[in-house]
Nanobody
Framework: QVQLVESGGGLVQAGGSLRLSCAAS????????MGWFRQAPGKEREFVVG??????????YYADSVKGRFTISRDNAKNTVYLQMNSLKPEDTAVYYC????????????????WGQGTQVTVSS
């Protein structure tokens, strides 16, 4: 069982930056592939970024819409995964959810084993 708690959301102007954090409970955090999803009003929840467990190479995956602007990282010693968001755009406005996958990097909602409660990110133009 893993519990995920996101933080770091807020209001930022277009072109600005935010860093989201996702703190995980439990001793098995390092065994989980992690990811971030987002959901804008009236839209489906969509994949944003993902990162593999370290012993599988720690590979990262990005949605085309955020490549070059967002960076995912993890600190297994702190049981935390981060999402650094730069050059934010109004279309990045959404609730951002942290996600954990046991067997693969969660790149669709059906691949997620655990969800965080979400944190709101609002980008003003």
């Amino acid at each position: 069982q893993v519990q995920l708690v996101e933080s770091g959301g807020g209001l930022v102007q277009a072109g600005g930056s935010l860093r989201l954090s996702c703190a995980a409970s439990g001793r098995t955090f390092s065994m989980y592939n992690m990811g971030w999803f987002r959901q804008a009003p009236g839209k489906e929840r969509e994949f944003v970024v993902g990162i593999m467990v370290r012993w599988s190479g720690g590979s990262t995956y990005y949605a085309d819409s955020v490549k070059g602007r967002f960076t995912i990282s993890r600190d297994n010693a702190k049981n935390t995964v981060y999402l650094q968001m730069n050059s934010l755009k109004p279309e990045d406005t959404a609730v951002y959810y942290c996600a954990a996958g046991k067997t693969m990097v969660p790149m669709s909602t059906t691949q997620v084993d655990y969800w965080g409660q979400g944190t709101q990110v609002t980008v003003s133009s």
